[in-house]
């Protein structure tokens, strides 16, 4: 079955920094581009950041960029976003999500974990 | 970046009817379109891809259609089960963008 499971949310203080972790299984990890999107509370949703297979090219929104760092790790097969520089409008749902076709850093996303919730708070 | 406008915002219908959800893009996406349904607490959950493909095992009462700016979601006879909020979203450019929401509530 294939599945993201992510870790790593709780609650921190502005200005402070959290690492989240989404576990992948079921697919051939290192094949697919791979993404965060959020969502705050009541809101839409807001895709966050991209990470190509190789981890090579990595992309961000404009809201997050110089402060959140996307990784991958292929042999773990686990997703990362290291998140610094915490600010009240990054409290959200977080989730990683796979796209339906390797290689494409967007596209349409196919599978989504369940979400870690991110709070920051003083 | 491009901004997508879905309409209507809320919508209140009854079973079995027809359901239309419109999305606009700010500029040409060709077919770069995907419709997710949202149920309170879930993780999003794709629809349909490519603005008219129905993805594997969503029933076929689900459909999408339009190209370049204008976008359709339809729900041909509505079920109980698909109260939920259904969001548009464009993948022609990063960064990917999605629509404000559009709440499908039973009347």
């Known amino acids: 079955e294939v599945q993201l499971l992510e870790s790593g949310g709780g609650l921190v203080q502005p200005g402070g920094s959290l690492r989240l972790s989404c576990a992948a299984s079921?697919?051939?990890?290192?094949?697919?581009?791979m993404s965060w999107v959020r969502q705050a509370p009541g809101k839409g949703l807001e895709w966050v950041s991209a990470?190509?297979?190789?981890?090579?090219?990595?992309y961000y929104a404009d809201s997050v960029k110089g402060r959140f760092t996307i990784s991958r790790d292929n042999s773990k097969n686990t997703l990362y976003l290291q998140m610094n520089s915490l600010r009240a409008e990054d409290t959200a749902v977080y989730y990683c999500?796979?796209?339906?076709?390797?290689?494409?850093?967007?596209?349409?996303?196919?599978?989504w974990g369940q979400g870690t919730m991110v709070t920051v708070s003083s | 970046d491009i901004q997508m406008t879905q309409s209507p915002s809320s919508l209140s219908a009854s079973v079995g009817d027809r359901v239309t959800i419109t999305c606009q893009a700010s500029q040409d996406i060709s077919n770069y379109l995907n419709w997710y349904q949202q149920k309170p607490g879930k993780a999003p959950k794709l629809l349909i891809y490519?603005?008219?493909n129905l993805e594997t095992g969503v029933p076929s009462r689900f459909s999408g259609s339009g190209s370049g700016t204008d976008f359709t979601f339809t729900i041909s006879s509505l079920q109980p089960e698909d109260i939920a909020t259904y969001y548009c979203?464009?993948?022609?450019?990063?960064?990917?963008?999605f629509g404000q929401g559009t709440k499908l509530e039973i009347k």
């Open positions: 979203q464009q993948y022609d450019n990063l960064p990917v963008t």
């Open positions: 490519d603005a008219s």
């Open positions: 999500a796979k796209p339906l076709w390797f290689g494409d850093p967007g596209g349409a996303f196919d599978i």
């Open positions: 079921g697919f051939t990890f290192s094949s697919y581009a």
């Open positions: 990470i190509s297979g190789s981890g090579g090219s990595t």
